[in-house]
């Protein structure tokens, strides 16, 4: 493209050298171009139905609900704590739950060790699979299935997270030196033996960061589970919304920014130490 | 004791790299294999262990054809084989008694070698090893923390520690310098002639082949065109088994006559 525009706009007129940053070619692509995001912009626009007066409101309604928000209420921080509390827990458990069943997802997930095409497609089904779907989505199955609370939320913590652990394990496991493996072959070692010998310490420190940057994120998801029943913290936030306790929200969203920035921070000194 | 019929290995369907191979070890002996890169030295050396699956032919050890064996037989048959890596293959994140063992899992139970509670007689064994390899203060230390020697002898005990009929070592000294690397030589030499092992040992380096070895073969493109011992190895032979790779020669014979050298 850039050779043809040098050569098209480049011409020497008499003494003046005529230059445009696009010939004429390029100049009509582009104009089409802005010309059709305008219109899928548009078209997007008119059918999500918008009540503009609402939009032209949000200013108003935004003073109105900090006013409501502040001074922030502690009445209720107890609760909150323990339900904070409760969603941690969900995270943790939920990653551990998922760290189980990612590896030997990941194990025939990895290119270089699946026993068979057929295990590494079906490795893949799943890890597609399960991060196709919301930890929300997951968390509303699991409420159906076993009730609510916050094994709900565990399991739909583990299974939105098998897919994530399963992908980047499988990965770190591709990238090892192959040389251990093949000496532990030759030494006659059983595929158990070669696995714990040659392939596990080289993967422990991805696993390691993997796991740590996986708990961040059900640190983050694991706040809203709530909404749909499945325990924690989330639970207590729909209640105040619903009961307009927004003093009491107001504390709960400072509480849930707390314990984010805690968990990068904990994340962030624990890969220091894997380094 | 090994016996090669008319073994024949090719890489996706290319030319073959190897020829309908012949070729039978002695007891008691260092066999050095020397050719030009490409020659098809390590394909010989990691079909006998079944690292790479021949074509046809068949590979005998005491008897029983390598090549036709699978699973819990193609191990105990493997572990009877020892190997020697060029790039050492030792795993870096792990001990240098965790290597050494490793050695032995052939023989291990599985629960037994996950968990790594192995027989003291193993342990004794590693540990007698490990002192004659010179490296008995390492044996708790990781093996990323050694040097490019250092690994090579945990390699050299490891592959001792499968107490093997046979050893295999396929171009172990050609990551180290010259001095180490004749150091690591010597151990393979003194060593396998204390414990009555033959050795069948890939080299680059031709002085290396004519002061270790008890008989040299020289391969070319996948074909043995000199058997002999290291007296009968003259120039006009190392020119036949090097020709066309006239370069490769030069250096090699460079690299022991200066001492000094980097390969």
């Given amino acids: 493209m850039s050779t043809h525009s040098t050569t098209s706009s480049n011409k020497a007129v008499g003494d003046h050298f005529r230059w445009a940053r696009y010939s004429t070619k390029e100049r009509v692509a582009r104009s089409l171009g802005y010309l059709v995001v305008g219109v899928l912009l548009y078209w997007s626009l008119s059918t999500v139905d918008v009540f503009w007066p609402w939009v032209w409101d949000a200013p108003a309604q935004i003073?109105?609900?900090?006013?409501?928000?502040?001074?922030?209420?502690?009445?209720?921080?107890?609760?909150?704590?323990?339900?904070?509390?409760?969603?941690?827990?969900?995270?943790?458990?939920?990653?551990?739950?998922?760290?189980?069943?990612?590896?030997?997802?990941?194990?025939?997930?990895?290119?270089t060790v699946t026993p068979s095409k057929l295990t590494l497609w079906l490795a893949r089904f799943i890890i597609v699979a399960t991060r196709s779907v919301d930890t929300l989505i997951w968390a509303l199955v699991f409420v159906a299935i076993i009730g609510p609370g916050p094994v709900a939320g565990i399991l739909a913590i583990a299974f939105r997270s098998i897919g994530f652990l399963s992908k980047l394990l499988?990965?770190?496991?591709?990238?090892?030196?192959?040389?251990?493996?093949?000496?532990?072959?030759?030494?006659?070692?059983?595929?158990?033996?070669?696995?714990?010998?040659?392939?596990?310490?080289?993967?422990?420190?991805?696993?390691?960061a993997i796991t740590i940057l996986r708990w961040d994120i059900?640190?983050?998801e694991s706040t809203v589970l709530g909404l749909v029943g499945a325990g924690g913290i989330g639970l207590i936030f729909q209640g105040a919304i619903d009961m307009f306790r927004w003093n009491t929200v107001s504390l709960v969203l400072i509480v849930i920014v707390l314990v984010v920035f805690a968990g990068e921070l904990v994340t962030g000194v624990v890969r220091r130490k894997l380094m | 004791m090994l016996q090669i019929t008319d073994l024949v290995k090719s890489y996706n369907n290319g030319e073959p790299v190897l020829k309908g191979l012949n070729l039978a070890t002695d007891e008691r002996r260092l066999t050095a294999i020397i050719g030009s890169s490409g020659a098809g030295k390590?394909?010989?050396?990691?079909?006998?262990?079944?690292?790479?699956?021949?074509?046809?032919?068949?590979?005998?050890l005491d008897g029983i054809n390598i090549l036709e064996l699978h699973g819990k037989r193609l191990q105990d048959t493997r572990r009877q084989i020892g190997m020697i890596f060029q790039a050492y293959n030792l795993v870096d994140r792990l001990t240098v008694m965790e290597n050494v063992l490793s050695g032995r899992l052939g023989y291990v139970g599985t629960l037994r070698g996950v968990l790594r509670r192995f027989p003291q007689s193993d342990i004794d064994r590693a540990y007698a090893l490990l002192?004659?390899?010179?490296l008995s203060q390492y044996v708790n230390t990781r093996c990323d923390s050694l040097s490019g020697g250092e690994r090579q002898r945990v390699g050299v005990a490891r592959a001792l520690m499968q107490n093997p009929r046979i050893l295999l070592a396929d171009e172990p000294t050609a990551s180290l310098d010259p001095k180490t690397s004749e150091r690591i030589m010597e151990l393979i030499s003194r060593i396998t002639d204390e414990l009555d092992l033959p050795v069948l040992i890939n080299l680059h380096n031709v002085p290396q082949a004519r002061d270790y070895a008890d008989r040299i073969v020289g391969l070319r493109y996948g074909v043995i065109v000199f058997d002999g011992g290291p007296q009968d190895l003259t120039d006009d032979w190392l020119e036949k088994i090097y020709a066309g790779h006239e370069d490769d020669l030069k250096k090699q014979m460079?690299?022991?006559?200066?001492?000094?050298?980097?390969?």
Avoid at chain 1, 100 to 110: E, T, V, W
Avoid at chain 1, 194 to 200: E, G, K, Q
Wanted: glycine content about 8%; overall charge negative.
């Fill in chain 1, 63 to 111: 003073g109105d609900m900090m006013f409501r928000m502040f001074p922030v209420s502690f009445v209720q921080l107890n609760p909150i704590l323990f339900a904070l509390v409760e969603s941690i827990n969900i995270a943790v458990l939920g990653t551990i739950v998922a760290v189980f069943m990612a590896l030997p997802i990941a194990y025939l997930g990895a290119q």
């Fill in chain 1, 170 to 208: 499988a990965e770190a496991i591709e990238e090892i030196d192959w040389g251990p493996v093949e000496a532990m072959q030759a030494a006659g070692a059983s595929r158990a033996h070669v696995i714990t010998y040659a392939i596990v310490p080289q993967v422990v420190p991805s696993f390691w």
């Fill in chain 1, 218 to 220: 059900n640190i983050r």
């Fill in chain 2, 42 to 60: 390590s394909t010989l050396l990691r079909c006998i262990n079944r690292l790479v699956t021949a074509d046809s032919g068949r590979i005998e």
């Fill in chain 2, 131 to 134: 002192k004659r390899v010179g």
């Fill in chain 2, 254 to 263: 460079k690299v022991a006559g200066e001492d000094g050298a980097n390969e």
